[in-house]
Antibody, heavy 118, light 106 residues
């Protein structure tokens, strides 16, 4: 059974940093495409970043240069480093795994909440 | 970016009704279109991928159709557990989501 468990969220001041983690199990992590998707309170879904099985990364324009996605295949863990945080980065952050084509997100974690506020 | 527009933004329906939600893309996404259901406080759940393929375990009262720029999600014989928010998402390029359709009980 595929399981994804995020952690690392919390309250941070504008300009601060956080590192989110997503521990994966139940599938072959090192060949899988993994995404981060966020959802601001009461709002819709926004795709943030992807890392594919070869380690190639892509980012949404709104986070390019501030966020970094990475993975530790020995620990089956996905990371999202969030730097220079802004108030509009406040959201629930989900990690999600594709089912076939990279962006058909069939498996989601429960999310971790990031709040950016002074 | 490809813009995704859903309609309606909200609707009210009764148990047993048939509901249709539409999604329009700002340019063709062929059939790279997915539908998700989200309940309050929960992560989204994939219902349909590739425009019309039902994800494993999803009831057959859900169906999807369309290609190019226009897509529909149909829910036949609404059940109490179907009242939720629904999102479309294109996966033709970097993903973008519709704004969501909130389905509540009339």
């Amino acid at each position: 059974e595929v399981q994804l468990l995020e952690s690392g969220g919390g309250l941070v001041q504008p300009g601060g940093s956080l590192r989110l983690s997503c521990v994966a199990s139940g599938f072959t992590f090192d060949t899988s495409t993994m995404n981060w998707v966020r959802q601001a309170p009461g709002k819709g879904l926004e795709w943030v970043s992807v890392i594919d099985g070869s380690g190639r990364t892509v980012y949404a324009g709104s986070v390019e240069g501030r966020f970094t996605v990475s993975r530790d295949t020995s620990a089956n863990t996905l990371y999202l480093q969030l730097n220079n945080l802004r108030a509009d980065d406040t959201a629930m952050y989900y990690c999600a795994k594709d089912i076939f084509s990279g962006y058909d997100l069939g498996y989601w974690g429960q999310g971790t909440l990031v709040t950016v506020s002074s | 970016d490809i813009q995704m527009t859903q309609s309606p933004s909200s609707l009210s329906a009764s148990v047993g009704d048939r509901v249709i939600i539409t999604c329009r893309a700002s340019q063709s996404v062929t059939t790279y279109l997915n539908w998700y259901q989200q309940k309050p406080g929960k992560a989204p759940k994939l219902l349909i991928y590739a425009a019309s393929t039902l994800q494993r375990g999803v009831p057959s009262r859900f169906s999807g159709s369309g290609s190019g720029t226009d897509f529909t999600l149909t829910i036949n014989s609404l059940q109490p557990e179907d009242f939720a928010t629904y999102f479309c998402q294109q996966s033709y390029t970097l993903p973008t989501f519709g704004q969501g359709t909130r389905l509540d009980i009339k």
